[in-house]
């Protein structure tokens, strides 16, 4: 098993290009199971993610191929619906049903995985499924779905999740008629997956109030695509350059999807400028105590609390934080206490009252600063919790021995040695 050795107190400068996005580029490749030709994808990071994702193609007969940043996805003749198993669980094989109901008229794929954040609903994806004419049942280990053809409906999500408004696009835009998805996701991610099917033909319009519609058509054709830079990363990056008191240009970060994220910045005594291909990060003075609550977009990321609450524990003074996302996210601070901060988990909404208000969760957190850190031996739970264990690590004074970094490998490509190149004092063990 690897660990990562990080000494930390040093400051991170330098310039670092943004990949594509994590969030983005493996629901393209799904995708790309709706056409007969084929699609090509460029600026997509190499990550155990992409690994998954090719497997579970190939699985059913599409042809992967990958070179460089270039993934090539040829679905020309589909082989199987069935996948009963892959070397790793995530949560791409459920976005494979309506791709899988189009071209095959049957599905079958594993149980869904991922990081553990909460309860994460496939309800959503059966509900509007069956709505569309499919039939959907459990197996012993599967997902199973079949139906001869399916048909446009109204969808109105019980909350604006990624998944099933993505489950809802692919089963929309071959399907019969019109769709109408009401209460959708309205992440960057979804964008770039609607424009991708654009360009393969379909027909997307986007509402006001988080409607999408969508008029069904008989065939996709093949195109080319750039999957957008990862707002998670250029967000990480960020981070790293406040938490280590360093300045760090994020080439490829897109302000129009940081919004909410540098509105943080500024709140609480960092500072950014805009420039040519990206955005530079540094302090502008002591950081300060500030509350956030997650939302959907445009609201502030769940998958930014994280690593954002490192800055908080070095902020002066009393912070909260609250994810009404996800009703379980804060594995992480444990170890974060280890380190020498000073948090406690609560259970009740600390902001607005959300939809886990009265229900036990511990959904919130209190965060007293600024922290002297030390290096601990910690465990990375999850993608986002172990990039956020990474930016403690950094900021703290010694040495801390983190495992678990095979999460930090899904989701970001040769991190390690990337942050090398701007001063960081890692090593991979």
Known sequence: MERLVVTGGRPLKGSVRVKGAKNAFTKLMVAALLTEEKVILTNVPQTLELELTRELLQ?????????????????????????????????????????????????????????????????????????MGAEVWHGEKTYCASAKKLKGAIITLPYPSVGATETAILAAVLAKGKTTIKNAAEEPEIIDLISCLQKMGALIELGVNRVIKIEGVSKLHGAEHRVIPDRLEAAAFAVLALATNGNIFVEEAEQKNLITFLNAVRRIGGEYKVEKNGIRFFRSGPLKAYDIETAPHPGFMTDWQQPFTVLLMLARGTSY????????????????INLGAKIKVL?????????????????????????????????????????????????????????????????????????????ARIERV
């Open 59 to 131: 699985k059913i007969g599409a042809r992967v191929s990958v070179r460089g940043d270039t993934v090539t996805v040829h679905a020309k003749k589909l082989t199987s619906f069935r996948v009963n198993k892959l070397s790793r669980k995530n949560r791409i094989p459920i976005l494979a049903i309506a791709p899988l109901l189009h071209r095959m008229g049957k599905a079958e794929v594993p149980f869904v995985g991922g990081d553990k954040l909460g309860a994460r609903p496939v309800s959503f994806h059966f509900s509007l499924l069956r709505k």
């Open 321 to 336: 934080v609250h994810d009404t996302v996800y009703e379980d996210r804060f594995g992480y601070v444990r170890d974060f």
């Open 347 to 423: 259970t009740k909404c600390v902001g607005s009252k959300c939809r886990f208000s009265g229900k036990g969760y511990p959904h919130s957190i209190e965060i007293k600063g600024p922290a002297r850190l030390k290096g601990a031996v910690m465990i990375m739970p999850d993608i986002r919790a172990g990039l956020a264990h990474l930016v403690a690590a950094l900021a703290a004074n010694g040495v801390s021995r983190i495992s678990g970094v095979e999460h930090l490998d899904r989701g970001y490509e040769r991190l390690d040695v990337r942050l090398k190149k701007l001063g």
